[in-house]
Nanobody, 116 residues
């Protein structure tokens, strides 16, 4: 079955960096674009970044442009999100998924907390 397992979150000070990972299984990872999303409790999940199946192209939400970088390693079936210059407003649970529709079931996500 499809599994999406996010990791790498944690507590970081404003201006700090984190690298998130998402290990995927149960589908043809190398043939599909991948995304990172985030969600704050009480708010809707929002798209953060997208990367094509080969990793050649990526797109970012305006609020992370220039600070976050999405990448992937198809040999490891893993997509990454490098987050630099983190801001308090980046605090959220981060999730990965495929480029839909349809989307697969969401994993548990990884909590990122930016606080001094």
């Amino acid at each position: 079955q499809v599994q999406l397992k996010e990791s790498g979150g944690g507590l970081v000070q404003p201006g700090g960096s984190l690298r998130l990972s998402c290990e995927a299984s149960g589908f043809s990872f190398g043939s599909i674009g991948m995304t990172w999303h985030r969600q704050v409790p009480g708010l809707e999940r929002e798209l953060v970044a997208t990367i094509t199946s080969t990793g050649s192209y990526s797109n970012y939400a305006d609020f992370v442009m220039g600070r976050f970088t999405i990448s992937r390693d198809n040999s490891k079936r893993t997509v990454y999100l490098q987050m630099n210059n983190l801001k308090v407003e980046d605090t959220a649970v981060y999730y990965c998924n495929v480029v839909g529709p349809p989307l697969y079931s969401w994993g548990q996500g990884t909590q990122v907390t930016v606080s001094s």
